[in-house]
């Protein structure tokens, strides 16, 4: 045996803790970092906020379509691109609505043509507030009630566009 040896075993093992050391920086270094992170919400959860956030809009329909137009052009839906597309989507127009008589034209004793600019304000009001049909396959009870209600806003804005056309007439 050489006498060296001790010294080189002793050498060995310094060598061994300094590479060990140094692994455990580099693997420290590597590892994500992630600093005041919220509590994860189911996406259930999240979508009823989002509906808080966004009173004027149908967010489970949006979701649908956000989801579908992924699909269809190869993304990857996150919770990133629904808050975009929600603050891009079109919000119903909401025309005034005079609460004393129950949503006739805001003027009914006025000049003709602002009887008219008031119903076609309410015409565009109900329209922009058509009730959204669900999925028939996938929802079917939801679907025979969304056609319903769809059905009577329907007949109503089309008795709507009768007293529009009769005030039309008036003009001539």
Same mark, same amino acid.
């Given at each position: 045996?050489?006498? !060296?040896?001790?010294?080189?075993?002793?050498?060995?093992?310094?060598?061994?803790? #300094?590479?060990?050391?140094?692994?455990?920086?580099?693997?420290?270094? #590597?590892?994500?970092? /992630?600093?005041?992170?919220?509590?994860?919400?189911?996406?259930?959860?999240?979508?009823?906020?989002? #509906?808080?956030?966004?009173?004027?809009?149908? /967010?489970?329909?949006?979701?649908?379509?956000? $989801?579908?137009?992924?699909?269809? !052009?190869?993304?990857?839906?996150? =919770?990133? #691109?629904?808050?975009?597309?929600?603050?891009?989507?079109?919000?119903?127009?909401?025309?005034?609505? !005079?609460? /004393?008589?129950?949503?006739?034209?805001?003027?009914? !004793?006025?000049?003709?043509?602002?009887?008219?600019?008031?119903?076609? *304000?309410?015409?565009? +009001?109900?329209?922009? *507030?058509?009730?959204?049909?669900?999925? $028939?396959?996938?929802?079917?009870?939801?679907?025979?009630?969304? /056609?319903? *209600? $769809?059905?009577?806003?329907? +007949?109503?804005?089309?008795?709507?566009?009768?007293?529009?056309?009769?005030? =039309?007439?008036?003009?001539?």
């Amino acid at each position: 045996m050489d006498d !060296n040896t001790p010294e080189l075993i002793s050498a060995l093992e310094d060598l061994r803790k #300094r590479v060990a050391l140094l692994e455990a920086k580099v693997f420290k270094l #590597r590892k994500p970092r /992630v600093l005041n992170a919220a509590p994860a919400i189911t996406d259930t959860q999240w979508l009823g906020l989002l #509906r808080n956030d966004y009173p004027g809009v149908d /967010v489970d329909q949006e979701y649908v379509k956000m $989801r579908n137009w992924c699909i269809v !052009n190869g993304k990857q839906p996150s =919770r990133k #691109r629904f808050v975009n597309w929600l603050n891009r989507c079109e919000k119903p127009m909401q025309a005034p609505v !005079n609460a /004393v008589n129950n949503g006739s034209p805001p003027v009914a !004793n006025g000049p003709i043509w602002l009887q008219i600019r008031g119903m076609e *304000a309410l015409i565009a +009001a109900k329209i922009g *507030a058509l009730p959204g049909v669900a999925n $028939r396959t996938l929802y079917p009870a939801e679907y025979e009630q969304d /056609v319903k *209600a $769809r059905e009577a806003a329907v +007949a109503e804005i089309k008795q709507l566009k009768a007293k529009l056309t009769e005030l =039309r007439g008036r003009i001539v």
